[in-house]
């Protein structure tokens, strides 16, 4: 489902990423783990055709970031933590008509498919209402359902739970729980281990633009014979001596 190969990215002289390989199968959840600066965000954005790779190959469902970004961006939700981009003047459901506009979806369908994500998202209360004044929570809701508005297979998630408290922290989780449910292909970026743990299949740990171990949490354990905390730090740790 996603196939990348000798992925490189510069940024002026910082070698962002070295050459990446990453393969993760359909249906499965991937866990991208890493030091801040490793470049994490960076391949991220590169699998979102939100920034140009410089060399390597991405693939996505068959097809290549750098021939049919547009047909790519179609079947891919993004959601990244941090500023929610959401527009405070506009409804919820303004917020999240726009993008299935720009998805290219027809007002009946954008109609259909919202009336169904409030209802799983728990959001008739407020749907109708301004932005602007929404708690953090609420913002979350709508980021996700804008997400996922086109029902794409592939969903890239960077950070989504940072800086948000207990109960935000699990809307978002339950939310990935649920891609998984729907054989939704999967690949998201944490510094929290106990998340990690609870719903990947699979991790891949990238240090210094590189990816310097991956396989399936149990394995991993069993291989060194540790907690993932402590054969992360391992892992980067050791890179870091180099
Ligand atoms: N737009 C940019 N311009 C210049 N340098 C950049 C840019 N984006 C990323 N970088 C650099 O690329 C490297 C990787 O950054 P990236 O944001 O991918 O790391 P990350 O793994 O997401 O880190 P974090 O955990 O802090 O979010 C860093 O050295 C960063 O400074
Ligand atoms: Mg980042």
């Known amino acids: 489902m996603i196939e ?36 994490k965000t960076t391949t991220l954005r590169i699998l979102a055709t939100m920034l140009k790779p410089d060399g390597g190959t991405v693939i996505l469902d068959g097809k290549n970031v750098n021939e049919s970004p547009q047909e790519i961006r179609k079947n891919i939700g993004i959601l990244f933590g941090g500023e929610s981009g959401i527009y405070d003047r506009l409804t919820a459901r303004e917020n999240i008509a726009y993008y299935g506009e720009l998805n290219d979806m027809s007002p009946s369908e954008i109609k259909d498919r919202i009336d169904y994500l409030v209802k799983v998202l728990n959001m008739e209360e407020y749907i109708d209402r301004r932005a602007g004044k929404f708690s953090k929570g609420m913002k979350q809701k709508v980021a996700i359902a804008r997400s996922i508005i086109h029902n794409p297979d592939i969903m890239l998630f960077d950070e989504p739970t940072s800086g948000l408290d207990v109960g935000g922290a699990r809307i978002i989780q339950q939310f990935i729980e649920t891609c998984k449910e729907e054989g939704k292909t999967v690949i998201f970026s944490s510094h ?51």
């Open 192 to 242: 929290t281990m106990s998340e990690v743990e609870k719903l990947c299949d699979r991790v891949a740990i990238i240090n210094k633009g590189k990816i310097v171990e991956t396989g399936y949490l149990q394995e991993l354990k069993e291989k060194y014979d540790k907690g993932m905390e402590d054969l992360f730090l391992e892992l980067v740790g050791e890179q870091n001596e180099l």
């Open 4 to 39: 990348v190969k000798g992925l490189k990215k510069s940024f002026k002289d910082i070698e962002a990423l070295k050459g990446i390989d990453l393969h993760v199968a359909k249906g499965e959840v991937l866990g991208l783990l890493g030091e801040n600066g490793a470049g």
